[in-house]
């Protein structure tokens, strides 16, 4: 049985292990078909690519760019040029936004009493930052157990430290995308599906939605799928696999079916 999994993260954003790691994991877990989204990043692909080539996956190329919006309106992008110059600079500038959002969650920590430096966070320079980050800090300084029981009490959306995402527009994110070669899918739907607008992100360039995901129930799967192809979208899968000590790990994958993913494997490696 084959198995796809377009939808992983390694260190380069919030995973934590490194993409030849995440290759490894793959392969063990008898992934066929395989993504590295790394969030407003590609600089993982260099050691990525070969990785996979050497345990035989096939792969597209990927990146998950955080939109503005809303919180988890996510636009992932499949074969794209990870080395496009526009693309990276756009990338390096989304990520430029997310470090000022996350030193205002750590100035409001600060009044609340948990005090941590920018400088201290698990992430080498010209990386992608993120809450979970602030999350790994305070689980190493023994202030919560786990990253969950950060975010539930400071940093999700309505805890005392939430500070709304400032990534750019779901146009801007399709554009980042579709400028660089690639196609642009919306992220895990389930999340946000009050907030769905399919056809004005159509009308932007939108191509796919991950329908097939983990959090999804089967018949929230069958509703994605029929809605994809309402619109004229093709559909994805992913696990949104994030490492060990990360709470999102899991690697699996969903069965390849040409019934589903004809499309999306046009862009495959």
């Known amino acids: 049985m084959a198995l796809i999994n377009l939808h992983n993260h390694s260190v380069f954003s919030d995973g ?5 790691e995440l290759a490894r994991e793959a392969r063990r877990a008898g992934i066929n078909y395989f993504s590295l989204t790394d969030h407003d990043m590609t600089g993982g692909w260099a050691e990525m690519e070969p990785a996979l080539r050497a345990e035989g996956i096939a792969f ?11 919180e988890n309106l996510h636009i992932l992008g499949y074969g794209l040029n990870p080395a496009d110059a526009r693309l990276n600079e756009r990338l390096a500038e989304f990520r430029g936004r997310r ?3 996350i030193k205002k969650i750590l100035e409001i920590l600060k009044g609340l009493g948990v005090e941590l430096a920018f400088e201290d966070l698990p992430v ?18 023994g202030l919560v157990k786990s990253r969950s029981q950060a975010f539930k009490r400071y940093l999700a ?3 005392p430290a939430y500070v709304p995402p400032n990534g750019p527009s779901v146009p801007e994110a399709i554009a980042a995308v579709t400028e660089a070669g690639g196609k642009a899918v919306l992220a895990h739907p389930g999340v946000i599906a009050k907030h769905m607008d399919l056809p004005a992100w159509k009308e932007a360039g939108l ?3 991950e329908a097939f995901y983990p959090a999804h129930t089967g018949a929230a799967t069958r509703e994605f799928v029929s809605l994809a192809a309402r619109h004229g979208l093709f559909v994805t899968a992913g696990v949104d696999y994030h490492g060990p000590g990360s ?8 069965e390849y079916s040409d019934e589903y993913f004809s499309e999306i494997k046009k862009l495959f490696i």
């Open 16 to 20: 934590t292990l490194r993409p030849a």
């Open 60 to 70: 597209c190329y990927g990146v998950e760019i955080s939109t503005g919006l809303l």
């Open 99 to 101: 470090i000022t959002r």
């Open 124 to 141: 080498p320079e010209g990386r992608t930052v993120g809450r979970p980050h602030v999350a790994d800090l305070m689980k190493a300084r």
């Open 157 to 159: 959306p309505g805890a």
């Open 207 to 209: 191509a796919g939605i």
């Open 247 to 254: 709470e999102r790990d899991k690697m699996t994958g969903f």
